[in-house]
Nanobody, 124 residues
């Protein structure tokens, strides 16, 4: 059974940084694309970025391009979301997800497995 567990969220001042982790277990993920999503109160869940586990190719939403970096550690079966220059509009629950397939997708329904999420708060 696949498990995705996020960690690393918290409260950070605007301009600060956080690194989120997504520990994956239950299977090998070499044939998966891993996505990071976020959901703010009253808003729809949105794609933040993702990484192809095997090749390491990364993709980002325009809103975070240049500020966020996604990486993975194959040995630890963990995907990371490094967030820099955080803004109040980045406040949300951040979730990682895995889809069965290597191609990047931004659509929620493409992802079969989800973590429980971790809260990131950037006060205005």
């Amino acid at each position: 059974q696949v498990h995705l567990v996020e960690s690393g969220g918290g409260l950070v001042q605007a301009g600060g940084s956080l690194r989120l982790s997504c520990a994956a277990s239950g299977r090998t993920f070499s044939s998966n694309f891993m996505g990071w999503f976020r959901q703010a109160p009253g808003k729809e869940r949105e794609f933040v970025g993702g990484i192809s586990w095997m090749a390491g190719n990364t993709y980002y939403a325009d809103s975070v391009e240049g500020r966020f970096t996604i990486s993975r550690d194959n040995a630890k079966n963990t995907v990371y979301l490094e967030m820099n220059n955080l803004k109040p509009e980045d406040t949300a629950v951040y979730l990682c997800a895995a889809r069965n397939g290597l191609l990047p997708r931004r659509v929620i329904s493409e992802y079969a497995y989800w973590g429980q999420g971790t809260q990131v708060t950037v006060p205005s």
